[in-house]
């Protein structure tokens, strides 16, 4: 486990002094898929660099599996590195040197034969689905696979914890999600901790199971996923769940009609249409003036908001209709029309 206590994190500049943490507090469990989101500036890389102590807290405590890593002397420090290894956004290889020796790199370091470390590296490299780029140099990779390299990189120790930082920033979308299901499979595989560090709320939602918001260095928010998701109470998390706003409405009509909010709390994203089969069933026609939804691990989260052109009955009865599902909560709303 990974405990973080009571950190924070102040850089002397020329300006004055930069609290860049300030008192965060978590605990990751191992096994676990970990992300850490926030704006620029928030203090993420700060705080994944004090995991590894790269960057060493002002005050504050790293436990690793109950090891303070700060009163460790640099080398039982560099010997505990083995256990926490880091991949990057600029991937980090040596470009002058083939990718098996780029995986072979960190194992001559530490004095392994090179027979042995090159069977290492070729499994590695294998693992991460790039045994036929072995000769091949950095340059002659795309993005997406030169990340892959970097990860088998620093799988070489036989890490227990990988931290992420921004490690798919660089990449377009589809490049980013093959890498994300090769993390996702050595976490299931080898049982590795990940912690992820992102400004991505689209990589959280695909490959982490419990998440913190920082904000100007505070952890404003955590928990698991879908139960921050679901039920946003920070600014800050509220405005990385639904970036585009809550309050927009568009094609709302006119000021006769009725207007009902419709929240997905966890409800299964691959189950009825319901505002389809609300006109079938019930011959109650609904617009969809605004949504906002998200699908995680197949549950829909968000809000929709319904125009409807009906009587108080009719709103009645669709709001029956549509929480009779679990996971779903309706009201009727009152909304401004311009």
């Known amino acids: 486990m990974i405990e973080i206590r009571n950190v924070s994190k102040t850089f002397n500049t020329s300006g004055g002094p930069v609290d860049a943490l300030k008192n965060v507090n978590l605990s990751i469990e191992d096994g676990d ?7 620029s500036g928030a203090g993420k890389s700060t705080l994944v660099r004090c995991i590894n102590m790269l960057e060493r807290p002002t005050e504050g405590q790293i436990m690793v599996d109950n090891v303070d890593l700060g009163s460790l002397s640099v080398k039982e420090l560099r010997a505990q590195r083995h256990d926490i290894t880091m991949i990057f956004q600029g991937f980090n290889l040596l470009m002058q040197k083939t990718c098996l020796k780029n995986v072979m790199f960190p194992l001559e370091l530490q004095g392994v034969k090179k027979a042995e470390a090159k069977k290492k ?8 689905g790039l045994l036929d780029k072995a000769k091949a140099y950095p340059a002659q990779l795309s993005g997406g696979q030169q990340q892959r390299v970097a990860i088998a990189r620093a799988m070489t120790t036989n890490p227990k914890v990988l931290l992420c930082d921004e490690a798919t920033s660089a990449l377009d979308p589809n490049t980013t999600n093959s890498i994300l299901e090769l993390i996702k499979d050595l976490n299931k595989r080898l049982g590795i901790t990940v912690v992820v560090i992102t400004h991505q ?18 952890v404003v928010e955590q928990g698991a996923v879908e139960d921050v ?14 970036p585009e ?16 909010r419709v929240v997905y709390n966890g409800a299964n994203a691959a189950g009825r249409p319901m505002i389809a089969r609300l006109a079938i069933e019930k011959g109650i026609e609904a617009n969809i003036s605004y949504a906002s939804t998200k699908g995680i691990s197949g549950k829909a989260f968000g809000t929709i908001l319904l125009s409807i052109s009906g009587t108080d009955s009719d709103v009645k009865d669709a709001i029956e209709y549509l ?3 679990p996971g779903i909560e309706a009201e009727e709303v009152q909304v401004n029309v311009c």
Do not use: W, Y
């Open 33 to 39: 898929i970990f992300g850490i989101i926030g704006m």
């Open 121 to 128: 590296a070729l499994e590695l490299l294998d693992i991460v």
């Open 201 to 218: 709320m689209s990589v959280v939602e695909s490959i982490c199971r419990h998440v913190a918001i920082l904000d100007h260095g505070v």
């Open 229 to 242: 998701f679901a039920h946003p109470k920070s600014d800050a998390a509220k405005n990385l769940v639904f």
């Open 245 to 260: 706003g809550k309050t927009q409405v568009l094609n709302v009509g006119n000021q006769a009609e009725h207007f009902i």
């Open 323 to 325: 929480t009779q599902e």
